[in-house]
Structures are given as C-alpha cells and as structure tokens.
C-alpha cells in the first residue's frame, strides 16, 4: 500500500492575502486523511512546520539582491525546512503531501523532491509563478517559485531555492489565465510547455492533462505536481487569494488529477492557496481533499 505523508506548511509570507496560513488545518478539517484513506493508501500526518506569524517579522529586511521580494529570508527558512521533510519521506519510501499555505512553499517541495532524482513538474494553477524579484510587479514570492527552483534571474545560484535535477524541458504549465508581460516573454524565449484555458476549451481537459503529464514525465524519475486551487473557477473554489474567473470547472479538475493518478510518475504533490478567511463553508478546501484524493487514485467505481 503507498503510504502518504502529509506535511504542513502554514506561511502567508508569500501571499498579498492574509488567511492561506490557516489552509493546512482547513484541508485536514475538510477530510483529507479519509478522502486519501478511500483512494486505497495510508495517511501518515507529520503535522506542521513552524512557522513565525508574519506580524512578528520586517518584510523589507532582506539583502540588496532580493529586489523587491518580501519576507525572502522567512521564505529561505521555511523552504529549507519543507524540503528537508519532503526529502526524508521519498527516502522513506512515502509521496510527500505539502499543505499549503501560499505557493511560496512550492520552492521547498521541487528542491526537496528533485535532491536524489531528476525530476519534472507539473503546474495546475491560473499563474505562471515565474516572477522574479526583478520583474514582480506586486513583491510577492507566492508569484516566484518556478523561477526560483529554476534559477531564473536573481534566483541564479541561490542554494537554497534552487532545484538543480529540475529539468526545464520536463516543466509544464496547465491552464494558464492571468500571465504578467515578463513571464509571457520567459516562456517564450525559454520554451516551456504551457497551456492556456483557451487550450483546455479547444482540446480538453483530458487531451491537455495527458500531454501533459507525458511531456513532464519524460526522461525523468518523476514528476512533481503543483495544485493551486486558484485554477479552478472561482464560482467551484471561492476561498482564494487572488482568484481569477474562467478557470476550469469541478468535474474537468477531477478528470485531470485522475489523468495524474492514470500517469503513474507522480513523486510529490502540494495543495495550496486555499484561504479559509475567504472561503464558503470549507467547501475549498474539502474540495482540495477531493482533488488531492483523485490524483491518488480514488474513484467512483
């Protein structure tokens, strides 16, 4: 039987949103271990990294080279951490199951994740998270850790933010909807793998997931899929930060993350952005426990 270990990382440091530190307990209240126990695999709980409220720390006391990032060096402490845990259950045999938190915490679980394999990454999410201090029009680092486990920018050489067995060529990004000027210009100059929802309304989901998870899982040991429950629409996922309408519906999220499962090179996953303090009755994050359930196996018949 997989085991799955789940791994708390309750920061908003990288959000312009106070609430995703709450979205660990929220996904957990919401029936995470059973969802995942009906999916046929057993749920092991580490339970939640330490993290500093963000009242007790100066987001502008960083180094000249972080730009305008805020709360970078908090950031740098959590990752190392998260990757660390994440590290530790694939040497234990177990799929590591971050919980976030702001998708700041994605930069821990690709280091973490690709430190003894090569690995691709999969990105379910409205952004393209390819900002760097340098191009961030808003500061925030939740908008940043795909550049940064690649060493785009600022980001080059930084040890504890990059992912050296991360292979560009194996990173996909899936329904993309709001992309600033500069992450447009990277993906093109970069040549990464990217679907708009535009796709997803021409081809499919399922045509778009399969290709997907084929072009990440290429060459590799495994992939590492990042869910930003911001990719739903908002009317499906209303407790985001910073939702953005047109995203895929409730029963395309369920066929891809069955593709993911059906994939089989899943390695590590994260569930993040969900903001209870926005939220309607729990229903985003008890549908974070659905998705998360699908994606390992869990299905109707």
């Known amino acids: 039987m997989r085991t799955v270990r789940i791994i708390g990382a309750p920061t908003d440091y990288g959000a312009n949103r106070r609430g995703v530190d709450m979205g660990p307990s ?21 339970g939640d990294l330490h993290v500093p409220r963000a009242e007790e ?19 740098a402490d959590v990752c190392g951490r998260l990757a660390d845990e994440v590290s530790g259950s694939l040497s234990a045999g177990e799929t590591p199951l971050a919980l976030g938190g702001d998708h700041s915490i994605a930069i821990g679980s690709l280091v973490g994740s690709a430190r003894e394999a090569d690995i691709g990454a999969v990105w379910f999410d409205a952004h393209a998270d390819l900002n760097t201090p ?11 850790p795909l550049a940064a486990a690649l060493g785009i920018g600022e980001f080059a050489g930084v040890e504890w933010a990059n992912a050296p067995r991360l292979s560009p060529e194996n990173v996909v990004l899936v329904g993309l909807r709001s992309v600033d000027e500069a992450e447009v210009e990277l993906i093109r100059e970069r040549g990464f793998t990217a679907y708009t929802m535009s796709d997803i309304d021409e081809r499919g989901i399922t045509d778009v997931t399969e290709e997907a998870m084929a072009a990440a899982s290429e060459g590799v040991d495994g992939v590492h899929v990042s869910l930003d429950l911001d990719w739903l629409d908002p009317h499906e996922a209303p407790g985001v930060g910073t939702p953005v309408r047109g995203g ?43 998705l998360a359930a699908s994606a390992f196996g869990k299905r109707v018949l």
Do not use: W
Request: with cysteine; proline share 5%.
């Open 248 to 290: 895929v519906t409730y029963r395309e999220a369920h066929t891809a993350m069955e593709i993911v499962h059906e994939a089989d090179c899943l390695r590590s996953m994260e569930l993040v952005e969900v903001n209870p303090t926005l939220d309607q009755h729990n229903e985003t994050a008890e549908l974070a426990t659905e």
């Open 57 to 75: 720390r100066d987001p502008d006391a960083e180094p000249p080279s972080a730009g305008d990032a805020k709360f970078l060096r908090e950031t």
């Open 134 to 144: 340098g191009t961030t029009p808003s500061g925030n680092v939740h908008g940043m």
């Open 26 to 46: 929220a996904i957990r209240y919401g029936g995470l271990a059973d969802e995942l126990s009906d999916a046929g695999v057993e749920a092991v709980d580490a």
